[in-house]
């Protein structure tokens, strides 16, 4: 945990709920500004309650896999924190098969619209490694409930 922010967020959050879990990571849920901003409201108002991540891009950065009754304090792209959340489950889907459902979950209108937002992204991502994104790539689709506000 980097911000002091979060760190208070966290210890009220604990003060009501004493769930003896570690402190928990600050997330950022896009890339850029718009996107993360965009991201941050969607799940203050509860039309996003899904992330989706690409899992060679977790392990190139040696990140693990997200765990279920893990907490993360979600942020904006400047770090704020808004809101902690807790992951409820975890699912491994290439590509090609993510649905419809997950894509409205993630706050999208429409599934092509999140496999072009996504398609990009990870393209981004992973042109830090010299690696592009296919079709059959695994995709980290994690699910959560807001649990925390302020």
Same mark, same amino acid.
């Given at each position: 945990?980097?911000?002091? !922010?979060?760190?208070?967020? @966290?210890?009220? $959050?604990?003060? %009501?709920?004493?769930?003896?879990? %570690?402190?928990?990571?600050?997330? &950022?849920?896009?890339?850029?500004?718009?996107?993360?901003?965009? /991201?941050?409201?969607?799940?203050?108002?509860?039309?996003?309650?899904?992330?989706?991540?690409?899992?060679l891009l977790l392990q190139l950065q040696n990140r693990p896999l997200p765990k279920i009754?893990?907490? !993360?304090? =979600?942020?904006?792209?400047?770090?704020?924190? $808004?809101?902690?959340?807790?992951?409820?489950?975890?699912?491994? &889907?290439? $590509?090609?098969? =993510?649905?419809?459902?997950?894509?409205?979950?993630?706050?999208? *209108?429409?599934?092509? /619209?999140?496999?072009?937002?996504? @398609?990009?992204?990870?393209?981004?991502?992973?042109? %830090?490694?010299d690696r592009r994104p296919n079709e059959s790539m695994i995709v980290v689709c994690e699910?959560?409930? *807001?649990?925390?506000?302020?």
């Amino acid at each position: 945990m980097k911000n002091r !922010s979060s760190e208070t967020m @966290w210890a009220h $959050f604990t003060a %009501t709920n004493p769930i003896g879990s %570690t402190v928990p990571n600050e997330v &950022v849920l896009w890339d850029n500004q718009n996107g993360a901003d965009t /991201a941050v409201e969607q799940v203050l108002n509860g039309t996003k309650n899904s992330t989706s991540l690409a899992l060679l891009l977790l392990q190139l950065q040696n990140r693990p896999l997200p765990k279920i009754r893990e907490h !993360s304090v =979600i942020c904006n792209f400047k770090g704020e924190p $808004f809101c902690i959340v807790e992951t409820t489950s975890v699912k491994l &889907v290439p $590509f090609f098969s =993510i649905r419809e459902a997950f894509a409205l979950q993630e706050g999208y *209108k429409s599934l092509d /619209a999140w496999k072009t937002a996504h @398609w990009n992204r990870f393209e981004r991502e992973l042109a %830090t490694f010299d690696r592009r994104p296919n079709e059959s790539m695994i995709v980290v689709c994690e699910h959560f409930k *807001k649990v925390f506000q302020e």
